[in-house]
């Protein structure tokens, strides 16, 4: 049972990229958001789901579900503007599940 | 196909746009970017989204419009009124948008970023439909979207770089603040700084004017100077006027176009010549639509159309009537056709492009225009005298035989209005007057010009009765009497 589904938008296997990656990472580990999927999508082996997305900054991370939408650009190190931008604060801490399961 | 060579080994590309080709020398450099800057409301999208069109429609070239401000909703919408199919044809894979129209949320920002996806989308669509046309629209929004200008300045670089190396012929908008300033907001010609095309909307006496010029062109040759230009839905989008390609000195013809009324031909050592552009002039009331309607009628099987701005057609045919002129039954036949506006509906190059649209369509031999004096006014003298310039080259160059006709201001004839610019075009004046006579005013008429003929030089008082006009004898008198009118 998916709750939060994530997308990440991003160029090639750059350092940013890998940069907004572990930085996604860490943070729903940290937050123990622990029912997430996420998939890394790179615009330059799927453009087309990029135009459908009208992603254009790169990286982006969409949050599709729960709704409504929500979308952040950047690397994601402000934790902080993360959250905000994704509506994640609201969601109350576990006991520290790991996210990866 | 669409290509062909320039000056300095650049290859030109044909656009298809009305009017560009001539004043391009050929069209846009080939596989190259060409800046397209104008205020807001001078017709940038429009232009370049008909290169699209005109590509798809003549050459059957797809095409890939990156929208930055509209969303492609709109767009579709925008250009319905124009018969463009933009639907249909990203159906068929003709046409591509990219969608960079900003969001209606801005999304936040949290870390550092660059605009990654822009080039892949662009280069995904070119090579998804095959285009060899691309529009760029406008390319200096994302200074407003985004505020680090380094990151902008950076992205629009890759950007023209990678359309160098994919050679696909593009235009690229942007947006201009003052009509006769920099050409463009946020220094983007730097990026497009071998060919610039300006677009201005001006204002002209009282009256807005769209006009467009080539600045430069990656080193080939191009006209020089402003063209006027017409959006409309008739020409289907925009089209060029191309004043300098015009010749206006063709050879007329020694044929003539009867009158269908033997003295009226006499006067005029035959009638009209084939081919040439002849005026009446003279004051209300004289009889300029009479000769008119005789000139359109009088070889009922040639086909012939009236161009009536001062009348509507029910008064037009209800006149004919009167004067025993078979108008109406030529319409009926078909090989008549009345053409009525308002002058003040359209500006000139509107009615300009409509009228090329009905002539090109009807063809026809004789062309009668009731009045230039009522399109004079709804213009500026230098946009007149474009409308009289490219009309009159059209109907030439048609082979057409055409009567103007314009009203003097003053009840002797002569002054004729705009007369110098108008008589330099025209290879006959016909000048209708009143004329007092034994105390009496009666109607004169004269050919006062005709270009490679003997015409009667006399001036001949003329009747009207239900069988039209009849041409009496030279009118005696002292000469003072005949070309005044000396009871006013």
Redesign the interface.
């Known amino acids: 049972m998916d709750q939060y589904l994530l997308k990440l938008y991003v160029t090639g296997r750059t350092p940013r990229s890998q940069q907004a990656i572990d930085n996604l990472d860490a943070l729903l580990k940290d937050g123990s958001h622990d029912h997430y999927r996420l998939e890394v999508i790179d615009v330059l082996e799927d453009p087309q789901r990029a135009e459908e997305h009208k992603v254009l900054a790169t990286p982006t991370l969409i949050k599709e579900l729960p709704p409504p939408v929500r979308r952040v650009i950047g690397d994601l190190s402000d934790r902080h503007q993360v959250l905000l931008g994704l509506d994640l604060e609201s969601v109350p801490d576990s006991e520290g599940g790991d996210a990866n399961d | 196909m669409t290509e062909g060579t320039g000056a300095a080994g650049v290859g030109k590309f044909a656009t298809g746009i009305p009017g560009f080709e001539y004043i391009s020398d050929g069209g846009l450099p080939a596989g190259r970017a060409t800046l397209v800057a104008g205020s807001s409301g001078s017709g940038k999208s429009i232009f370049s989204a008909q290169f699209l069109v005109a590509g798809i429609q003549q050459a059957g070239d797809p095409g890939v419009f990156v929208t930055f401000e509209e969303p492609p909703a709109a767009i579709r919408d925008n250009f319905e009124s124009l018969d463009w199919a933009i639907g249909e044809w990203e159906a068929q894979g003709l046409w591509a948008f ?3 129209s900003p ?1 209606e949320e801005q ?12 080039l ?2 662009i ?3 070119v090579n ?1 439909v095959g285009a060899r046309r691309l529009v760029i629209d406008s390319i200096g929004t994302l200074y407003s979207q985004f505020s680090d200008r380094h990151m902008v300045r950076r992205a629009l670089g890759q950007l023209m770089a990678a359309v160098r190396r994919m050679g696909v012929t593009t235009l690229v908008t942007a947006e201009r603040t003052e009509e006769y300033g920099a050409v463009a907001r946020f220094e983007v010609e730097e990026f497009v700084a071998d060919s610039v095309v300006l677009l201005r909307n001006i204002l002209d006496g009282d009256k807005r004017r769209r006009t467009l010029e080539i600045l430069k062109m990656r080193g080939t040759s191009h006209q020089k100077g402003e063209y006027p230009f017409s959006v409309s839905a008739e020409a289907e989008g925009v089209s060029i006027i191309p004043l300098s390609a015009i010749e206006l000195n063709q050879p007329a013809s020694t044929e003539r176009a009867s009158f269908g009324v033997p003295e009226l031909d006499a006067m005029c050592a035959g009638g009209l010549l084939r081919r040439s552009v002849s005026l009446v002039a003279g004051p209300t009331g004289t009889g300029k639509s009479l000769l008119s309607s005789h000139f359109l009628t009088g070889a009922p099987d040639e086909r012939a159309l009236l161009i009536a701005f001062e009348e509507g057609s029910d008064q037009l045919r209800r006149n004919a009537d009167g004067w025993g002129l078979p108008l109406r039954a030529m319409e009926e036949r078909g090989s008549l056709r009345i053409e009525s506006a308002y002058p003040e509906t359209a500006a000139l190059e509107d009615h300009l492009v409509r009228l090329k649209n009905v002539l090109d369509e009807f063809r026809p031999e004789r062309v009668a225009l009731d009045s230039l004096s009522a399109l004079e006014r709804i213009g500026s003298d230098r946009g007149f005298r474009e409308f009289l310039i490219a009309l009159v080259a059209h109907l030439r160059a048609q082979g057409i035989t055409t009567l103007l006709t314009t009203n003097t201001s003053n009840l002797q004839g002569g002054g004729i209005a705009s007369e110098a610019q108008v008589s330099s075009m025209t290879d006959t004046i016909l000048l209708l007057r009143y004329a007092e006579q034994a105390a009496q005013v009666k109607r004169a008429l004269v050919v006062l010009k005709m270009r490679g003929s003997d015409q009667d030089k006399a001036v001949r008082e003329f009747t009207v009765s239900d069988r039209g006009i009849r041409v009496g004898e030279p009118l005696q008198g002292k000469g003072g009497t005949l070309l005044g009118f000396t009871g006013v």
């Open positions: 990219v969608d960079l969001e999304p936040e920002v949290a870390g550092d970023f660059d605009l990654g996806a822009l892949p989308r280069e995904h669509a998804r």
